[in-house]
């Protein structure tokens, strides 16, 4: 399967099955419309007639080359992965969304956890119940040495004796069950004071922090309980964490919804107040929302990717990774990644303030999806073998797709929440991360290409 498209002036062919990435003169890219697999080495007779733009000699050197690739198996390649999806089974869990707090300080009109509370009480999660945590990772993880935990909510500062305990307890008793975990927290940042900054820094190996981007970006769709501005709050505790954090990793996570389809310039803001590793996520939720994207919206969301992908290709100074533009070219996921991104359910779960599990964040509070409960020791096997057999080759559509190895049948919970079935994939995160993916891949090409200038 291939797919080519034009990105920062470059002819850029992508071969799905092989992973393989190419930079095409104009009549390679060109041919490319008029062959398929299987080839002949033979160049078919008509091929000349049809790029009759370009000499017949250059065209027969052209089809050559490609044939070359073909045989070499970088360009029509068959799909070598299906075969695996057959072979797909349950993981011992190696990562937990710990949702501390089901409240928060802030009230985003977009907050998929309906401002904090997921539909149900607010409430907080007691220390207790974290260390049932850790010791349900520490079962569950079998001989599994590296676990993750993420400290989520609502707003998980606002659960912060529970923070400490947890990780104190985790550190107490993983060295004699040969464990070693790793521990992450996603803030808004309104608590955040010197001693949480140095704690954070110190224990979490990563840090999300949720900025939206400008001050009116920020303060027009994440407002305080009083309905005030908490930008200035929020800044000068990010940036002093940030600057603090040395070169352990973080990100910005911003959400860009219709109220902000320039998100290119909260993106740059984001980067001139200091921040370097930087998202900026689309807005999913229901289209009869103002801020909702809708297919409507693409063609503008489209054209502000490029222009954030013309802006990174092109800055000589104040450089900064985009969370959604990063691929490696060199090195790709192992073949279980490639056909099961998410581990959702399966090698991953959450866990509500009361201790009932889910298969990630996003399914909390939807009874069907509850697995079971720490206290009284329940975990749906079923729950765990379905989304274990949950991957692009069981989801419609996904094997038909060019980007299916770095997509990997996109959000089980989307699919669920938007389009009533994990196994049909939303089709307007697909149409979004097609684009980011071809964004992506030129941002590859254009380093591998500028470095290999240099070299010469």
């Not at 009549?27 to 002949?40: E, K, Q, V, Y």
């Not at 090195?331 to 991953?348: E, F």
């Amino acid at each position: 399967m291939v797919h080519k498209f034009k990105q920062l002036g470059y002819n850029i062919v992508l071969d799905a099955d092989s992973n393989g990435v190419h930079v095409f003169d104009d009549c390679a890219f060109d041919m490319l419309d008029h062959i398929t697999a299987p080839m002949t080495e033979e160049m078919p007779a008509e091929l000349p007639e049809k790029l009759s733009a370009y000499p017949e000699e250059d065209v027969r050197e052209t089809y050559n080359e490609l044939y070359s690739l073909y045989k070499d198996g970088s360009l029509y390649a068959e799909d070598d992965y299906q075969r695996y999806s057959e072979t797909m089974v349950k993981s011992p869990v190696k990562s937990m969304c710990l949702n501390v707090a089901h409240d928060c300080n802030l009230r985003c009109e977009y907050c998929f956890a309906q401002t904090g509370d997921f539909g149900g009480e607010r409430c907080i999660m007691s220390p207790e119940t974290g260390r049932k945590a850790i010791d349900f990772l520490i079962e569950k993880s079998a001989n599994r040495e590296n676990i993750e935990l993420d400290f989520f909510g609502g707003e998980p500062l606002m659960a912060w004796d529970t923070v400490v305990e947890t990780v104190n307890y985790a550190r107490s008793i993983e060295k004699q069950h040969n464990k070693n975990f790793r521990f992450t927290i996603t803030t808004n940042g309104v608590l955040l004071d010197d001693e949480k900054i140095d704690y954070i820094n110190r224990e979490m190996v990563n840090v999300v922090l949720s900025l939206d981007g400008r001050r009116e970006t920020t303060d027009r769709i994440r407002k305080t309980l009083n309905g005030k501005s908490a930008y200035d709050v929020i800044v000068p505790k990010f940036q002093k964490l940030v600057a603090e954090r040395g070169d352990k990793d973080f990100y910005v996570r911003a959400t860009f919804t219709k109220y902000n389809l320039d998100f290119t310039e909260d993106v740059l803001h984001l980067r001139d107040l200091g921040f370097e590793q930087l998202s900026a996520e689309p807005v999913v939720t229901d289209e009869n929302e103002p801020y909702a994207l809708t297919e409507a919206d693409l063609p503008r969301i489209f054209e502000e990717y490029d222009r954030l992908c013309e802006v990174m290709a092109n800055r000589t100074e104040k450089k900064f990774n985009f969370f959604h533009f990063m691929v490696d070219l060199d090195q790709g996921p192992c073949a279980i990644k490639r056909l099961r991104g998410c581990g959702c359910g399966n090698d991953y779960v959450a866990v509500d303030p009361h201790g009932d599990i889910y298969p990630c964040h996003q399914f909390v509070g939807i009874d069907k999806w509850k697995m079971g409960n720490l206290t009284d020791g329940t975990f749906n096997d079923e729950i765990k073998t379905y989304f274990a057999k949950t991957h692009l080759y069981s989801k419609g559509g996904c094997a038909d797709c060019w980007a299916k190895f770095y997509c990997s049948g996109g959000c089980n919970a989307n699919s669920f929440i938007y389009e009533g079935d994990c196994r049909k994939p939303h089709k307007l995160s697909c149409e979004l991360q097609r684009k980011r993916l071809e964004c992506a891949l030129a941002l590859a090409v254009d380093k591998a290409v500028k470095q290999n200038d240099q070299e010469n």
